[in-house]
């Protein structure tokens, strides 16, 4: 029989294949991808908001360190001053404290912080010692001329403001 005589039908090939709409394979890759990035981005933020503790942790200790080496309460009180100061800059960098001085940076420091009781106060005989006794030279705080301060409770005062938690409301300098 003649190729004519069959009543044949040419060959059709199927549709291409779409890539829309995509397979649900793709759809949990895509998902589990844009899941991943998240919890990158959240632990990240998680880990840069630590490392400041953890930053304020280690040099607290160097300080201690150093004191229990020296027993230079000038340095103490310097040293404790200056971390105090760069620790509210960073806790609080919206607001204008780094030119706060005199009580007010002491009231700054008793507001700001979140553990404060009667007797750990800034305004208290033991936090006003920051305001003199870094510029004071050692010869001064020998206890002889009334210049001496206790140490350990500077040391206890500044640990708890560092180490707790802040309020993170807007503090203003009063005028």
Partial sequence: MAPEALN????????????WPVAPGWWLLLAALCLIIIV???????????????????ELGQIKQQFE????????????????????????PATDIAG?????????LDESNASSSLNSKFLSDTGKVLLSAPYLPESSLAGDNGQDYDAKKLIQLCESWLLSP??????RAAS
């Fill in 100 to 108: 706060l001085t005199g009580e007010s940076w002491l009231s700054f």
């Fill in 166 to 171: 802040h309020k993170k409301t807007l503090w």
């Fill in 40 to 58: 990158f981005f959240i632990s990240r933020k998680i880990y840069i908001s630590r490392q400041l503790n953890r930053d304020i942790k280690a």
């Fill in 69 to 92: 080496k020296t027993q230079n309460k000038s340095e103490l009180a310097r040293s404790l001053s200056i971390l105090l100061r760069r620790a509210s800059i960073s806790f609080y």
């Fill in 8 to 19: 044949l039908r040419d060959i059709h090939l199927p549709e291409p294949i779409s890539w």
